[in-house]
């Protein structure tokens, strides 16, 4: 639970590393685990695969789940997770005929992490003043070479890639 500084004091880490390390500083049974599981199998791809891994740990995650939540995407940090569900969010209403159903409700001063969709959600004081001046705005131009183009998706909004979001103006 403790830092030791330069000068060798022991200083509480009352934040847990800002919530990244909850069961304390230099866990050598948390070493260990993770020291084995690099040699097992240190990095895969969830990008279009997946690994036994993942599965395993998504059915043993569904089972602690309220009601019938089963699916799981898994992200990297928290602004990841936020930005992700508001896109799921804008899909699901999408494929199932209101794609103009893009509006998000925040709260004053909630913090959503450092991605700009969950900048937009959000309204925490020292992030949204330095935006409130040029909200974010995007065009789309066409690729330069000949990489082969993806189809749209199906449900995409007609326009959808010259206006992405429709984002709070502050
Ligand atoms: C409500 C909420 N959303 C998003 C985030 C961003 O998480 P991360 O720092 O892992 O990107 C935080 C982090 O404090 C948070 O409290």
Redesign the pocket.
């Known amino acids: 639970m403790y830092y030791t500084t330069a000068d060798d004091r022991q200083v509480l880490d009352g934040t847990a590393g800002l919530w990244c390390v909850n069961a304390g500083h230099g866990r050598r049974e948390i070493a260990t685990a993770v020291h084995d599981q690099l040699l097992r199998l240190d990095y895969a791809s969830s990008f279009q695969m997946g690994h036994a891994g993942a599965f395993t740990l998504a059915d043993r995650l569904v089972q602690l789940l309220p009601g019938d939540l089963n699916h799981l995407f898994f992200t990297n940090?928290?602004?990841e997770a936020?930005d992700t569900a508001l896109k799921i969010a804008i899909a699901y209403h999408a494929l199932r005929g209101e794609p103009s159903r893009q509006r998000f409700v925040g709260r004053e001063q909630a913090?959503?992490?450092?991605n700009l969709g969950?900048v937009a959600v959000g309204a925490f004081p020292p992030i949204v003043s330095f935006l409130a001046a040029s909200p974010p705005e995007s065009i789309t131009s066409a690729i330069p070479t000949t990489w082969p183009t993806m189809p749209l998706a199906k449900g995409r909004p007609s326009g959808a890639q010259t206006s992405p979001t429709s984002w709070k103006r502050w």
């Open positions: 940090s928290g602004s936020v913090y959503h992490g450092v969950g």
